[in-house]
């Protein structure tokens, strides 16, 4: 028996698909890799540790710092209680605060330097192929590997100028792979 039927009007197209955000991964500050935390096709979160690059110098350095810092304290300290009974002249005392300024602004700028050799994820995402390895030397600006956002993506594709008129805002796009 035969019967009236509505069918879907399709227009078919070739495309390509694109995530929404993309980067490639990279070292900021050139050192050898002492750690690999990610195998490719991992699926990260934003803040995950990637690459960890040797810091045992500056390590070595902070720990130096502090101590600095710590003898540049007690001496301010006991610069401003002799100042409060007018043993030493007000010089001194401003020379011991800029002495303890500038150590605790050493140790913040020795403590960013440590940070920026350990790479995370700027966000969350699935990792491309690893093009990092254990012992390997990074230089700044060398891509450990691709970061994909898996949240969503562009579809890219061109229709001919005559099916113009078949086309309305709102319209439902299929995509077969």
Same mark, same amino acid.
């Given at each position: 028996k ?6 879907? @009007? ?8 694109a995530?929404?955000k993309g980067v =490639? ?5 050139p050192?050898?890799?002492v ?9 990260v979160q934003?803040?995950?540790v990637?690459?960890?690059?040797d810091?045992?110098?500056e390590?070595a ?11 540049a304290?007690?001496t301010?300290?006991r610069s401003?209680a002799? @100042?409060e009974?007018?043993? &030493?002249?007000?010089?001194?005392l401003d ?5 303890l ?10 403590? =960013?330097?440590?940070?920026?050799? &350990? &790479? ?5 995402? @699935? ?20 970061l ?10 061109a229709?001919?100028q ?10 439902p796009? @299929?995509?077969? =792979?």
């Amino acid at each position: 028996k035969a019967t009236s039927q509505t069918w879907e @009007r399709t227009l078919a197209a070739v495309g390509s698909v694109a995530s929404s955000k993309g980067v =490639a991964v990279t070292a900021e500050v050139p050192g050898k890799v002492v750690a690999v935390r990610f195998e490719s096709g991992n699926t990260v979160q934003a803040g995950s540790v990637l690459v960890e690059l040797d810091t045992s110098v500056e390590r070595a350095q902070l720990k130096s710092l502090k101590a600095r810092k710590e003898l540049a304290q007690t001496t301010f300290g006991r610069s401003r209680a002799l @100042r409060e009974g007018g043993a &030493i002249p007000a010089a001194q005392l401003d020379a011991d605060e800029a002495s303890l300024d500038t150590l605790e602004a050493d140790v913040l700028a020795l403590r =960013a330097q440590i940070a920026k050799k &350990i &790479i995370r994820a700027p966000f969350s995402g @699935r990792l491309g192929i690893r093009s990092v390895n254990l012992g390997q030397y990074l230089n700044p600006g060398e891509a450990v590997a691709v970061l994909e956002s898996v949240g969503g993506v562009y579809v890219d594709f061109a229709l001919p100028q005559k099916n113009l008129e078949q086309v309305t805002v709102g319209m439902p796009v @299929r995509i077969v =792979a």
